[in-house]
C-alpha cells in the first residue's frame, strides 16, 4: 500500500529529508525580495543611486547623495547589498538608503 507521504525531498538549506508536498511550499519562503527605500525590488546586476551622505568606515571616505554604484549583489541578508565603488573594497550598503535606477 503507498502512502501519499512516502516521496521525499532532501532539502540541502537544512540537510532535511521533506516531504515532497512541503518542498514547494518552503521553497516560496525563502526567496525574500530586497527592497529599496522606495520599495522597488532589487536584484543582483542593478544601478543604484544614494539617497543620503554615508561616511564609510574605515576608508576616510564619504559618499555624496545621487552617487551613482553599479552591478550590486544580493547578500543572504535581506536589507544589506554587497557592491564595488572606486577604491573601495567590499563595500555593503544598507538597501534603505538606495533607489533603482
Known amino acids: 500500500m503507498a502512502d501519499e507521504n512516502d516521496d521525499y525531498v532532501y532539502d540541502e538549506a537544512t540537510g532535511e ?3 515532497a508536498g512541503e ?3 518552503s521553497a516560496n519562503v525563502d526567496q525574500v525580495k530586497v527592497r529599496d527605500a522606495a520599495g522597488n525590488v532589487l536584484a543582483d546586476g542593478d544601478t543604484v543611486t ?3 551622505d554615508l561616511k ?3 576608508a576616510n571616505q564619504t559618499l555624496k547623495q545621487g ?3 553599479r552591478s550590486i ?3 543572504d541578508n535581506d536589507q544589506e547589498i554587497d557592491c564595488r565603488y572606486e577604491g573601495i ?3 555593503v550598503l544598507r538597501a534603505e ?3 533603482k535606477r
Request: hydrophobic share 50%.
Open 97 to 99: 538608503f538606495v533607489r
Open 67 to 69: 552617487t551613482v554604484i
Open 73 to 75: 549583489r544580493l547578500t
Open 56 to 58: 564609510v568606515k574605515g
Open 50 to 52: 544614494l539617497i543620503k
Open 17 to 19: 529529508w521533506r516531504p
Open 23 to 25: 518542498g514547494a511550499a
Open 89 to 91: 573594497k567590499g563595500l
